[in-house]
Every structure is written in C-alpha cells, then in structure tokens.
C-alpha cells in the first residue's frame, strides 16, 4: 500500500526541493492548476517504486501518466513536457504527500517565504504565551481561569480550515495544526504552565473524539490510530501535571477542571476505550481526594440513570466503576461493569494489574477469581471474532496471577483451558505437549476432529515415542473421513494412511489386529469399487 512505503523524511526533504525549484511567486498558476486536480479527485492509480511516483492524471479530457521522481524532482516527466514539471507530476506528488501530512499545509507553507512562516509560528506561540500570563494574573479565587483558557481554545480552533476535507485529514489537521501550536512545558515549569498544557491536550482530545469513525478501511484503522496516539499524548501530560507540587489555588483550579474532564466522555463510542483511558487517567493521577471522588462516582451513577441508551450509558459505566475501584468499592465496581462483557474483561484484568502492582496481592486474586468464574459466560456473549482474543487475555491474566501469588497450580490452568474450548485449542495443545500428556493431547485432537495430516509432525513422532498405541485412534478417524469423501484422491489417502497403521501394528506386535481390521473394512467398503481395487493393488487384502 502507497502509504506504507513512503518514508515521512524523504517526503518531506522533496517537498523542501519543490519549494525551492518552484517559487509560488512564479509558478502560481502551476501550483494552482495541480492543487485543483488533486482536490478534485482526478490523480488515481498512484504506486510508488524505487522512490519514483507513477499514477495517472486526467486533465481537460486528455489521461497523463505522469512519473515523479522523489529523489530528483527536476527530472521527471510527463507526456505534456516530457521532462520536468508539470501540474500532472506535481499532482501526483501532492496525492501522495496527503498521505504523510495535510496538503494544505504544504501549500500555506509554499506561499509564505520560510521567514514569514516561522513569524507566523512564533506569533501564534506567543499569543498563547500572552494568554497564560494573563490568566495567571487573572487567577482569581472565584478560579474562572479555566474557562478563560477554554475560551481562548475555542477562538482559535475556529481559525482552522476544516471544511471539504476527510475526516481522518481533519484530525490530521486537529492534531498538526492547532495542537502544535501549544508547546510542551518542560519539567521545570510550573505547575500552571503544566494544567494549561493539559486542558490544550484534553480540548483537542475532545474535538478528535467528536469526528465519527469512518465505517472501515484504511481511513476508519488511521483514524482510530489519531485517536489512540493523542490519548497516549493527553495521558503523558497528566502524568507530567501530576509530579509538581500544588498549593491551595492549584487544588482548587483542579477542582474546577473536572466538569472539562467530564466532558470528553461524551465522545463517540467507537473511541470509548481511548476515552476512559484519559478519563481513568486524570482520576488515577490528579483528582486523588477521596471527596472529589464520591462525589464524582455519585454523578456518574446519575449520568448513567439518566442516560436513555446503552451506547450513551456505556462511558459512565465504565467511568463509576473505575471511581469505585479507586475508592476500594471493588463489589460495586465489579456490579456496574458485570453485565458488559467488553468493558468488564478490560476493566477487570486493569484491576486485577493496578492491585498486583500495589502489592495488595489479595485483592488482585479476588479480580483474577472473577474473571475466572465469569470465563464460560463472557466467552459466549463476546463476538466470534474476538473470542480468541479473549482466550489470550484471559490465559495471560493467569499468568500474572501465578506470578504474583508465586501460586502455579497446573489444575486451574488446565481448567481454565478447558473451559475456554474450542477457542483455546491451540493453547491447550501447547500445554499438554509441553506437560507431556500424550493421551490427553490424542484425546484433543480427535474431539476437535483432526487428521494426521493437520497434526505437527513433531507432535506425532513424540507420541508415538511414548507409546505408539495412542496414535492408533488417530489413524482410524483419519482413515474413515478421507473414506467418507468418496473420490478416488481421498482413496489413495486412505490407503496410504491404511499402510501406515499396519505399520504400527506390526511393531506393536498386534498383527492379528490390523487383519481383523482390514477384513471389517474391506467387508463395509465393499461396493466401493474404486477403494476395493486401491486396496488390492495396495496387498491390503
Ligand atoms: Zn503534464
């Protein structure tokens, strides 16, 4: 795919070069005619080689198939100009420019000499520069300098060009644009500079979260990557918030933050999970008073009665669990989540790690036992497709909680696999191999109805190491279902299975067996024409 074989730094070295052998001043009219046939959709076909772009381009009814080469702008080509540039091949660049940043961008960038540029940079940075110092002047014990800053966000997230572009651009354009503008305070700034920090990073979450998920494909995967990416973003400036000491007016303008933090969980439920991460976040690391929190907890209890649809419920759910949690009300932590598989398996295994990290072994038992009780029943009311999914949380949930209890009981592992089939097939193969429990590993792989041929070879020879009279089964069902097909390929399998048994019967020393078997067959198969002669031909009768 085009976007997975640019390289960012390549892309944006040529787009320095363009900039430099095209001054907009003088090839206005150029630059133009290629930005409006890339915004209007008629480059296509684009495929990148060696650093070479080829695509085509239709332009007035005439189909150009315009080359451009990364490396060396100059020299490509097209059928217009033959060699250099031409509104085609800058089109084509521009395609896939889109794909590593906003074309806009670029074109902004291209008017404005670099010097104008990095003013207009430096001015936006200072404003906002201008605006803390102010509030911090403004930092009244009424403490409205929350909103001031909110205020100011919304005026200058309006002067972003939004329109007539994709979603995914639009959160490109979210996060590039506008965010950067907000510089990241280092360690040594105060604590104010580091809120204000945090309330930028939770006004662009906000506005990411607000733009709806494409319903698939590439667009709908990038998507969900701005929104997981700029979480990761809003979480790390909470943590950084949270290592500076507070005074009083801090708390209090903490205080004042949560109706903001409130707000994110209103975004739309396909980025529920990025949103109770940040959520979880600020409660985990900033808001710790055991005040703020019942009285959080108590609001989002209301939300959630409130609240008319499941969809519109989930976020709060997940929101008075976690408060719960935080409050060590695990029963009812453990009741709001219950009845949602998806949010409880997460939340759960979150709980069972938060508590195993502090030491408190016990109560991570006690979220580890709960998901184990529940094992059966969320497996079945999750989609197929993310059954596995839960099989490995699950499994590797036991596997933290062996650890941290130093507590290895094979039993309870075993159970669980169990429990888990037919999903934890893979997994409980592994485990009995590993456990050397031939038998049992036999006894799995006929109830999951398989042939020799699926089995690892490895595996087999092993068992019939230990005892070659457990593969003896396994060779019957198998010779049995390629006999069910009834086609002579399945024939020739079954006989060449047919002489492998008699094989093993003769080195077990069982030969009177094989031949009360072989006679059985050939008796029940005997209007199998093709099979009887396969037989004969094969000195099996
Ligand atoms: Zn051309």
Same mark, same amino acid.
């Given at each position: 795919?085009?976007?997975?074989?640019?390289?960012?730094?390549?892309?944006?070295?040529?787009?320095?070069?363009?900039? &430099?052998?095209?001054?907009? /001043?003088?090839?206005?009219?150029?630059?133009?005619?290629?930005?409006?046939?890339?915004?209007?959709?008629?480059?296509y076909?684009?495929?990148i080689?060696n650093?070479?772009?080829? %695509?085509?381009?239709?332009?007035?009814?005439?189909?150009?198939?315009?080359? #451009?080469?990364? &490396?060396?702008?100059?020299?490509?080509?097209? *059928?217009?100009?033959?060699?250099?540039?031409?509104?085609?091949?800058?089109?084509?660049?521009?395609y896939?420019?889109?794909?590593?940043?906003?074309?806009?961008?670029?074109i902004?960038?291209?008017?404005?000499?670099?010097?104008?540029?990095?003013?207009? +940079?430096?001015?936006?940075?200072?404003?906002?520069?201008?605006?803390?110092?102010?509030? &911090?002047?403004?930092? *009244?014990?009424?403490?409205?300098?929350?909103? *001031?800053?909110?205020?100011?966000?919304?005026?200058?997230?309006?002067?972003?060009?939004?329109?007539?572009?994709?979603?995914?651009?639009?959160?490109?354009?979210?996060?590039?644009?506008?965010?950067?503008? #907000?510089?990241?305070?280092?360690? &040594?700034?105060? !604590?104010?500079?580091?809120?204000?920090?945090?309330?930028?990073?939770?006004?662009?979450?906000?506005?990411?979260?607000?733009?709806?998920?494409?319903?698939?494909?590439?667009?709908?995967?990038?998507?969900?990557?701005?929104?997981?990416?700029?979480?990761?973003?809003?979480?790390?400036?909470?943590?950084?918030?949270?290592?500076?000491? +507070?005074?009083?007016?801090?708390?209090?303008?903490?205080?004042?933050?949560?109706?903001?933090?409130?707000?994110?969980?209103? %975004?739309?439920?396909?980025?529920?999970?990025?949103?109770?991460?940040?959520?979880?976040?600020?409660?985990?690391?900033?808001?710790?008073?055991?005040?703020?929190?019942?009285?959080?907890?108590?609001?989002?209890?209301?939300?959630?009665?409130?609240?008319e649809?499941?969809?519109?419920?989930?976020?709060?759910? %997940?929101?008075?669990?976690?408060?719960?949690?935080?409050?060590?009300?695990?029963?009812?932590?453990?009741?709001?989540?219950?009845? #949602?598989?998806?949010?409880?398996?997460?939340?759960?295994?979150?709980?069972?790690h938060?508590?195993?990290?502090?030491?408190?072994? @016990?109560?991570?038992?006690?979220?580890?036992e709960?998901?184990?009780?529940?094992?059966?029943?969320?497996?079945?009311?999750?989609?197929?497709?993310?059954?596995?999914?839960?099989?490995?949380?699950?499994?590797?949930?036991y596997?933290?909680?062996?650890?941290?209890?130093?507590?290895?009981?094979h039993?309870?592992?075993?159970?669980?696999?169990?429990?888990?089939?037919?999903?934890?097939?893979?997994?409980?193969?592994?485990?009995?191999?590993?456990? @050397?429990?031939?038998?049992?590993?036999?006894?799995?792989?006929?109830?999951?109805?398989?042939?020799?041929?699926?089995?690892?070879?490895?595996?087999?020879?092993?068992?019939?190491?230990?005892? +070659?009279?457990?593969?003896?089964?396994?060779?019957?069902?198998?010779?049995?279902?390629?006999?069910?097909?009834?086609?002579?390929?399945?024939?020739?399998?079954?006989?060449?299975?047919?002489?492998?048994?008699?094989?093993?019967?003769?080195?077990? /020393? @069982?030969?009177?067996?094989?031949?009360?078997?072989?006679?059985?067959?050939?008796?029940?198969?005997?209007?199998?024409? *093709? !099979?009887q002669q396969?037989? @004969?031909?094969?000195?099996?009768?």
């Amino acid at each position: 795919m085009l976007q997975m074989m640019l390289s960012q730094e390549v892309m944006a070295k040529t787009a320095q070069r363009i900039m &430099k052998l095209l001054p907009y /001043k003088d090839n206005s009219d150029m630059i133009k005619r290629a930005w409006h046939l890339y915004r209007t959709g008629h480059v296509y076909n684009v495929t990148i080689e060696n650093n070479v772009l080829k %695509g085509k381009v239709t332009d007035r009814g005439h189909t150009y198939e315009p080359t #451009f080469r990364l &490396k060396q702008a100059a020299s490509s080509s097209c *059928a217009c100009t033959a060699v250099g540039l031409c509104p085609h091949n800058i089109a084509l660049f521009l395609y896939a420019y889109n794909q590593i940043d906003a074309v806009g961008n670029l074109i902004r960038q291209w008017k404005e000499p670099t010097t104008k540029q990095k003013h207009v +940079r430096r001015d936006e940075k200072q404003k906002h520069i201008q605006v803390t110092e102010q509030h &911090k002047k403004d930092a *009244a014990p009424n403490g409205n300098i929350i909103d *001031a800053w909110w205020n100011s966000f919304e005026k200058a997230y309006r002067r972003i060009p939004l329109d007539y572009i994709t979603e995914e651009e639009q959160m490109r354009r979210i996060v590039h644009s506008f965010f950067q503008t #907000f510089e990241r305070p280092t360690a &040594k700034k105060p !604590f104010l500079d580091h809120l204000y920090y945090v309330h930028a990073s939770l006004f662009t979450f906000m506005e990411l979260t607000r733009i709806p998920l494409q319903p698939w494909g590439y667009s709908a995967m990038m998507q969900e990557r701005h929104v997981n990416q700029f979480a990761q973003t809003v979480q790390q400036a909470m943590k950084d918030l949270a290592k500076k000491p +507070r005074s009083n007016m801090h708390e209090q303008l903490l205080y004042d933050s949560i109706p903001y933090v409130r707000n994110i969980l209103l %975004g739309k439920i396909d980025y529920v999970d990025d949103i109770l991460a940040v959520y979880e976040e600020m409660w985990n690391t900033l808001f710790t008073k055991a005040t703020y929190r019942e009285e959080e907890c108590t609001w989002a209890i209301e939300q959630l009665n409130k609240s008319e649809t499941l969809e519109r419920k989930i976020p709060f759910i %997940g929101a008075a669990s976690y408060i719960s949690f935080l409050l060590g009300n695990d029963e009812r932590a453990y009741k709001l989540i219950h009845p #949602f598989p998806y949010l409880a398996i997460e939340h759960m295994v979150d709980f069972m790690h938060i508590s195993f990290a502090q030491k408190n072994i @016990q109560r991570g038992v006690e979220w580890f036992e709960r998901l184990e009780q529940n094992a059966n029943a969320y497996l079945y009311t999750l989609h197929q497709g993310d059954r596995e999914w839960f099989v490995r949380t699950l499994l590797s949930a036991y596997h933290r909680y062996s650890g941290a209890t130093g507590d290895e009981q094979h039993g309870r592992y075993e159970q669980l696999l169990q429990t888990l089939l037919p999903y934890s097939f893979y997994e409980y193969i592994d485990y009995l191999f590993d456990e @050397q429990q031939w038998k049992k590993l036999i006894e799995l792989y006929m109830f999951e109805q398989a042939t020799v041929d699926i089995i690892p070879p490895f595996h087999l020879k092993a068992i019939e190491q230990a005892d +070659r009279s457990l593969v003896l089964p396994l060779y019957h069902q198998t010779i049995m279902k390629y006999i069910e097909q009834k086609n002579r390929t399945a024939y020739e399998q079954a006989v060449k299975h047919l002489r492998k048994l008699r094989a093993h019967y003769r080195a077990l /020393k @069982q030969t009177h067996r094989w031949e009360a078997y072989v006679e059985k067959l050939a008796e029940q198969t005997k209007r199998l024409r *093709a !099979f009887q002669q396969l037989l @004969q031909r094969g000195k099996l009768i």
